[in-house]
């Protein structure tokens, strides 16, 4: 099971819409919403992307059958990952 974090900041705001303030339970809840929410980042910058060739697809699919690591195919391909591997690997690329 994988964790839910906006589903668990409803299920606290729930929490701290149906007790009275002054009950611990309250006072509880609110203290893990302020535990489950990160600052905005300072700076974001654009990923550079990578146009996925017909070529590429072909050549990860060969070196992939030749048994090669997803990550060495990424390196050899010029592809940033290998999340990208498996994603060409998969079809979903």
């Known amino acids: 099971m994988s964790s839910n974090i906006p589903r668990a900041r409803e299920l606290i ?3 701290v819409a ?3 303030a002054s009950t611990s339970a309250h ?4 203290a893990a919403l302020r535990l489950m929410t990160r ?3 300072i700076k ?5 992307r990578i146009e996925i060739t017909d ?3 072909r050549r ?18 010029g592809l940033r990952n290998a999340g990208r ?8 690329r």
């Open 13 to 15: 705001a729930a929490i």
């Open 18 to 20: 149906n007790y009275p």
């Open 27 to 30: 006072k509880q809840a609110k």
């Open 39 to 41: 600052a905005a980042p």
């Open 44 to 48: 974001r910058t654009r990923g550079a």
């Open 55 to 57: 070529a590429m697809r």
């Open 60 to 77: 990860v699919r060969r070196l992939a059958e030749a048994g090669t690591s997803h990550h060495d195919i990424a390196v050899a391909v």
């Open 85 to 92: 591997v498996s994603e060409i690997l998969r079809g979903k």
